[in-house]
């Protein structure tokens, strides 16, 4: 069977959430002895992180904007290579498309209720095209791909989506996230900072998560410091003003965009890892810490009780207060804070990127 896999920005340097699911998928799919035929289409960029082999073709397709290169040059190329089944990865489809579809949708975040605060000019455009393209596409689909029984469900309520059309398969965490030895460790243990992969996204609960912050550096004997990834300054810099909270900005380190690559270290150096998300579809950074043995504070919505398990830390994101005393309870009660490291890495166990794609290859089989 040729199988088409819209994987748009896979070559883009700084790549993201989505971006990771289908490259992981492809490689995996690249190790597997079948017969089928890949059809990758990306757009062109400096990170060739994946090449042709006998299974696997990638197609670069050039085209001045996202939606373009999705309506227009997407549905062509997959024509003209023949492409049987057309697995469009990260939320919309071509309209315009006589090839059957099987559509990965990892959440329905643009139809709910929007934050009205979000400056972001790529956030919210992103948001206008989700909301004009998903429903016209989805009766299309001959099988719509969700990553959590949270996000199955939630769709399945909102949008009267059949259960026999949809399948959920988890995501994975690549295998060089674990536990390092410590010779790879920057900071003493009592020096090993908070890590926070906060934006400017409402759904990643930034500001109060510095609130909390704040609020343990006035009750905490040691004060370490925290590390996040990727804000904007003029955001950090109203969130404090806002919150009167200027106690924190000598403690916080602020490196920029992160690779993937540098993470396992970034965790296994971290105390602890802060994912006090208000709404997430998966999570795969919260997989990371743990199989990394980073203890790890999660959020009791959406989809992180399911992925973090019934002995994860669970805290209200909505409660400051919440998140600050479990970042105390970790630094002062060191049995419990040892029994969250196996309980994380025990948890990772059940997750692996060959997983996702064993049942990727399932589902194309079934539609063949």
């Known amino acids: 069977m040729k199988i088409g896999i819209e994987a748009q920005r896979i070559f883009r340097k700084n790549k993201h959430g989505m971006d990771y699911v289908v490259l992981q998928e492809i ?103 989700r909301r004009l393209v998903v429903p ?7 099988r719509i791909i969700t990553v959590s029984n949270f996000e199955k469900d939630n769709i399945i309520r909102k949008l009267g989506i059949p259960e026999e059309r949809m399948a959920m398969i988890y995501n994975g965490y690549n295998d060089w996230f674990q536990p390092l030895t410590s010779d790879i460790l920057h900071h003493t243990s009592a020096e090993r900072p908070f890590f926070f992969l906060g934006n400017t996204d409402p759904k990643k609960n930034t500001e109060r998560t510095l609130v909390a912050y704040s609020r343990y550096l006035e009750q905490s004997a040691v004060k370490r410091r925290l590390l996040m990834a990727d804000l904007d300054r003029n955001y950090l810099n109203d969130i404090i003003s806002r919150n009167h909270i200027e106690n924190i900005l000598p403690m916080l380190d602020i490196p920029g965009y992160i690779p993937n690559s540098e993470l396992p270290k970034i965790y ?8 006090t998300s208000l709404r997430e579809s998966f999570g795969i950074p919260l997989l990371e810490a743990m199989a990394c043995g980073t ?13 973090g398990g019934p002995d994860a830390i669970l805290i209200n994101p909505e409660n400051s207060d919440e998140i600050t005393q479990m970042m105390l309870r970790l630094e002062t ?29 399932r589902l194309y089989k079934e539609l063949s």
């Open 27 to 129: 490689k995996e799919l690249q190790q597997m002895q079948t017969d089928d035929e890949y059809y990758v289409f990306v757009k062109p960029g400096e990170d060739r992180c994946v090449e042709d082999s006998a299974n696997v073709h990638i197609i670069e397709l050039s085209c001045p904007s996202y939606p373009l290169w999705e309506q227009w040059a997407l549905p062509r190329a997959a024509k003209k290579y023949g492409v049987e089944l057309l697995h469009c990865t990260s939320n919309t489809a071509p309209i315009w498309c006589n090839i059957p579809l099987v559509l990965t949708l990892h959440d329905i975040i643009f139809l709910e209720p929007r934050d009205k605060s979000n400056k972001s000019l790529y956030q919210n455009m992103g948001w206008f095209y």
């Open 333 to 361: 009660d060191q049995a419990f804070y040892e029994q969250q490291k196996q309980v994380g890495l025990e948890r990772a166990k059940l997750f692996s990127w060959r997983k996702t794609a064993e049942q990727l290859h």
């Open 136 to 142: 016209r596409i989805l009766p299309k689909c001959q």
């Open 268 to 275: 296994n150096n971290a105390f602890a890892f802060l994912y």
């Open 295 to 307: 203890p790890v504070i999660t959020s009791n919505t959406s989809s992180m009780p399911e992925i």
